[in-house]
């Protein structure tokens, strides 16, 4: 979500299901333009987000980030992807 001020709110909800614990993966959010191509990428390691490097059986993790995105770019972005990976 943008803001008047022009940062953005990043939500992300984290659920594991399993009855084991695993590590708690990095998220990749890459914002895009009307063609779906990448225009800002940003990686986010858990300890960035406040999360624990580790998620337990069952844990669900709620991280909030405000993100300020060069004014010049903000007219050309249309969309986003967020991706979870292992680095």
């Given at each position: 979500?943008?803001?008047?001020?022009?940062?953005?709110a990043?939500?992300?909800?984290?659920?594991?299901?399993?009855?084991?614990?695993?590590?708690?993966?990095?998220?990749?959010?890459?914002?895009?333009?009307?063609?779906?191509?990448?225009?800002v990428?940003?990686?986010?390691?858990?300890?960035?987000?406040?999360?624990?490097?580790?998620?337990p059986?069952?844990?669900?993790?709620?991280?909030?980030k405000q993100l300020?995105?060069?004014?010049?770019?903000?007219?050309?972005?249309?969309?986003?992807?967020?991706?979870?990976?292992?680095?």
């Amino acid at each position: 979500d943008q803001q008047e001020d022009g940062t953005f709110a990043l939500e992300i909800v984290l659920r594991h299901d399993l009855p084991h614990a695993v590590a708690t993966p990095a998220v990749e959010l890459t914002l895009t333009d009307d063609f779906d191509r990448a225009i800002v990428r940003k990686i986010f390691l858990p300890d960035s987000l406040g999360l624990t490097t580790e998620m337990p059986a069952g844990a669900s993790f709620q991280a909030l980030k405000q993100l300020q995105l060069d004014p010049d770019l903000q007219p050309h972005v249309s969309g986003f992807r967020i991706e979870l990976f292992y680095p």
